[in-house]
């Protein structure tokens, strides 16, 4: 069963598309990893699948239903962004007991766990919490839910390190125990990555690549060399990345279609293979430019 | 893994619940409204007085109008309040839709309305021993009836409650579109300045008397209910598409 | 037991390749019955699909057996297939290396095979 189905949706702030003709899908019991810039519409997407917000035209269906303003889909769905708002009124014990009403899968006892965990305490407020404290509490609030559509919006904000890796091995145990579909958007692929089954990388508001964490690895590839060496080797592959080392050398990152005997004769000819880490690949299939920050240093 | 079902009577009751406890603070002003209204009162809503060379005699009457009048204020601006943005953000983070939202806020300003219109009226008690214990001279009071305290209890309530739903109204037209914080009020003292002019009072003031000057209160009660369901609904009606968060 | 984080190897990759050490160092025996994807999951803070691609990997090179509804066990000759391997692949690739650097550092090959045995004799010195 598809979680997920998103089929050209677009989504127009005044001038500006958020979103762009996007269209996949996400299957049931997976945790997808939402990678993208800043503006690059991870947040618009994720609100518009929470049913917050609505898309301008094309169609989105989450558990085969359209979700603005969809109340099976709200009880089904829980959205956690560095943004929350709990009511002013409530101490932070009481806000996780109203929690509890409303989420029919609600597991207290891991709440309380968690809660006494990253003591918290029960009478204070949540906006007198520093940021970290607040995404920890969020995060309990968002696991603690067990909701079949779990959304974290960078949901490490502030977080120390610390904290960050508790919140992964929680994530992961919950998941393993109580499996769910699970989207997590985050700056820090590398530290996420391992969680991931799959990537859904967005540019500029459109789907750019949407396949499993493990075959991105073998996605694309780096080769360096001399220049003029490099050049030839690459011929027709498609080059996310270019860098220029001394004056005649270049390192490149291109689509990994090497054959195991093209490879052997290219390190014959004195070029070297290396792999790419994911997140470094994320960074230049989304970066403007192919070689990045230094194109902007270049003077004719 | 299964999904929830959900139904909405049920999620209005949680949602209803939430909020009574979620916007304790709407209840906190009135208790400090209502007795600003009773410091107000202290004056008496009216005097006279008269006397002969050895004697003179001050009347002053006391009631709670201007509680009254306060705490329809009060509501107005508090059903305004629980539609602004912090609110909504509050109300949708966890389940709801728009629906289940307006009903629960109408239910929570519903109840809002008759702990107000109840403690107003109360608050001649709260007049009547504080004078007493402050000792001003005599005081004489009007026994009231029971079927005319009930109506006055009820009558009060509506009034509040028509608050709210002004208020509420006036709310979401401002989540739609900002400019209605500066159109709406325009429009009530551009109407008020029209009526003023005109001969026989123009059409808010004719509103105002339709409304309010009615004598059987059985016809009271249904031109403010029809007037509350109508604000009300299309309060809902206009948020439907709303986004939020 | 911490995997290799520099993002270079895919995480299914050091998987397996932590097991077949679990199996060399017969930590796990013929028969025995080995994690399940989820235990690996947890032990290493990864998703269970990953894990589980691990596991098919080894069991694609008959190092481990399915039986269906109990979980995967090593293989009665998991070990000779590792071993066999790895003198395949992984050393002939090291030596490889090897060879290419000694040339770029211009070490005979007599002084490289010498090199070796010392490493060897100080091996077993220890």
Redesign the interface.
């Known amino acids: 069963m598809n979680v997920i189905d998103c089929k050209g949706l677009t989504k127009v702030y005044g001038r500006t598309k958020a979103l762009n003709k996007l269209s996949f899908t996400i299957e049931?019991?997976?945790?997808t990893g939402l990678i993208g810039r800043n503006g690059a519409g991870k947040t618009t997407l994720l609100?518009i699948i929470?049913?917050?917000?609505?898309g301008t035209s094309g169609e989105v269906r989450v558990?085969s239903e359209e979700p603005f303003?969809?109340?099976?889909v709200?009880?089904?769905v829980i959205?956690i962004n560095d943004?929350?708002?709990?009511?002013?009124?409530?101490s932070l014990k009481?806000i996780l007991n109203?929690?509890a009403?409303?989420?029919?899968?609600w597991n207290h006892e891991l709440a309380n766990r968690l809660f006494d965990y990253f003591s918290f305490h029960q009478d204070h407020q949540y906006t007198g919490l520093s940021k970290g404290m607040k995404s920890t509490f969020n995060m309990i609030v968002g696991l603690s839910a067990r909701c079949?559509l779990t959304m974290f919006d960078e949901p490490t904000t502030g977080m120390d390190a610390a904290v960050r890796k508790d919140f992964?091995?929680a994530l992961?145990?919950d998941?393993?125990a109580?499996?769910?579909t699970i989207i997590l958007s985050s700056h820090h692929l590398?530290e996420i990555?391992?969680?991931?089954?799959d990537i859904l990388l967005l540019k500029n508001g459109k789907e750019h690549l949407h396949i499993?964490?493990?075959d991105l690895?073998?996605w694309a590839i780096g080769i360096e060399g001399l220049t003029a060496n490099v050049n030839e080797w690459i011929g027709e592959r498609e080059v996310i990345h270019l860098k220029n080392i001394g004056h005649d050398r270049m390192f490149a990152v291109v689509r990994n279609n090497f054959s195991e005997y093209e490879k052997q004769k290219a390190r014959e000819a004195g070029l070297t293979f290396?792999?790419v880490?994911?997140?470094?690949i994320c960074v230049y299939l989304t970066s403007k430019t192919k070689g990045g920050i230094d194109d902007v240093f270049i003077k004719d | 893994m299964s999904l929830s079902k959900t139904s909405m009577l049920d999620i209005i009751k949680k949602q209803y619940t939430f909020k009574l406890r979620a916007y304790m603070q709407v209840f906190m002003s009135m208790v400090f409204i209502q007795m600003l209204g009773i410091l107000f009162s202290f004056n008496g809503v009216g005097m006279s007085g008269g006397g002969s060379n050895t004697l003179s005699v001050n009347v002053h009457y006391y009631s709670a109008d201007i509680v009254v009048a306060f705490t329809i204020v009060w509501a107005i601006i508090s059903a305004i309040l629980i539609t602004t943005q912090a609110y909504r953000n509050d109300d949708f983070v966890f389940i709801t839709n728009r629906m289940s939202s307006n009903f629960s806020n109408i239910l929570f300003l519903l109840t809002a309305s008759i702990i107000g219109g109840i403690t107003a009226i109360m608050s001649t008690y709260v007049m009547k021993v504080l004078m007493y214990v402050l000792g001003r001279t005599e005081y004489l009071s009007s026994p009231i009836a029971v079927p005319e305290m009930l109506i006055g209890f009820g009558a009060t309530i509506l009034y509040v409650f028509l608050g709210t739903a002004i208020g509420y109204f006036i709310g979401t037209l401002v989540q739609l579109n900002k400019v209605f914080v500066v159109l709406v009020p325009g429009v009530f003292i551009g109407m008020i300045v029209l009526g003023a002019g005109s001969m026989n009072g123009g059409f808010f003031q004719d509103m105002i008397k339709f409304i309010f000057m009615e004598s059987s209160f059985a016809l009271f009660f249904i031109k403010i209910i029809i007037l509350v369901i109508l604000l009300f609904s299309s309060s809902a009606m206009l948020s439907n598409r709303l986004e939020v968060r | 037991m911490i995997l290799n984080m520099d993002g270079t190897k895919p995480i299914y990759l050091q998987i397996s390749e932590w097991l077949e050490r679990e199996i060399l160092n017969e930590n796990f025996k013929s028969d025995q019955k080995i994690y399940s994807q989820y235990q690996l999951a947890e032990m290493f803070t990864i998703n269970p699909a990953t894990a589980a691609k691990g596991l098919t990997m080894l069991v694609e090179e008959n190092i481990l057996y399915k039986k269906r509804g109990l979980g995967m066990f090593v293989a009665s000759n998991a070990k000779e297939i590792i071993i066999n391997k790895r003198k395949d692949q992984t050393l002939k690739q090291l030596v490889v290396e090897i060879v290419m650097e000694a040339e770029r550092l211009e070490v005979s090959i007599e002084e490289l095979i010498q090199m070796i045995r010392d490493a060897n004799k100080r091996e077993a010195g220890e």
Do not use: C, H, W
């Open positions: 049931e019991n997976k945790i609100k929470g049913g917050f917000m609505r558990f303003n969809n109340l099976f709200s009880a089904n959205y943004q929350m708002n709990f009511p002013t009124a409530l009481e109203v929690a009403t409303f989420y029919e899968n079949a992964y091995r992961l145990k998941f393993i109580y499996p769910r590398n990555e391992d969680l991931l089954e499993p964490i493990a690895k073998e290396s792999p880490s994911s997140s470094d």
